[in-house]
């Protein structure tokens, strides 16, 4: 709703104040414009971008429009299944949390967190930091460099299609 509404405001304003302006709004409205500039940037931006940056941008431009947030009780349930893993590591060591890293789905543990199983790239990365901890070939200093190296990779990834936005919006 709010996004609407900021639409509206923004559209209000320009048409108004070019109306202020003693403006002829009918030279506003130019279609063959609107689709030289609009398929010049579309067509860029498909040539531009692979499959992949393409598709994740269509998904994170639906994520604005819809209301996902990720409030107190997704942080409550973050904090509390890495509270009962780490715990679980603290009474029966890491080989205790095979069968609940292995399939997370079907993990009584990991049901109880419902958030947090709908988000599918925070349960890899759990997962997969977890299985490095529980095979042991890793120390303390290795695992949070690879910890810090994985979010970048991450934070890339998903910043991608909005690089390619940018570079389209300056072009």
Do not use: T
């Not at 609107?34 to 940056?53: H, Q, T």
């Not at 604005?64 to 603290?90: A, N």
């Not at 095979?98 to 958030?115: A, G, K, T």
């Amino acid at each position: 709703m709010q996004k609407v509404l900021g639409a509206f405001i923004i559209i209000g304003c320009v048409l108004g104040g070019y109306a202020m302006a003693h403006g002829d709004m009918r030279m506003l409205w130019q279609p063959a414009e609107v689709v030289i500039i609009l398929g010049a940037a579309l067509g860029s931006l498909v040539v531009g971008n692979p499959k992949e940056v393409l598709i994740e941008m269509l998904h994170q431009i639906k994520g604005v429009f819809s209301y996902q947030r990720r409030g107190e009780e997704f942080q409550r349930q973050l904090l509390m299944l890495l509270y009962e893993l780490l715990e679980m590591v603290d009474v029966g060591g890491l080989k205790v949390l095979d069968s609940h890293i292995e399939e997370p789905e079907q993990s009584d543990l990991f049901v109880r967190y419902p958030l947090i199983l709908q988000e599918k790239n925070l349960m890899a990365f759990i997962a997969d930091n977890f299985r490095l901890m529980a095979m042991g070939k890793i120390s303390a200093h290795e695992l949070e460099g690879f910890l810090e190296q994985e979010l970048e990779a991450m934070e890339h990834a998903l910043l991608q299609p909005a690089r390619s936005l940018h570079k389209i919006g300056e072009a």
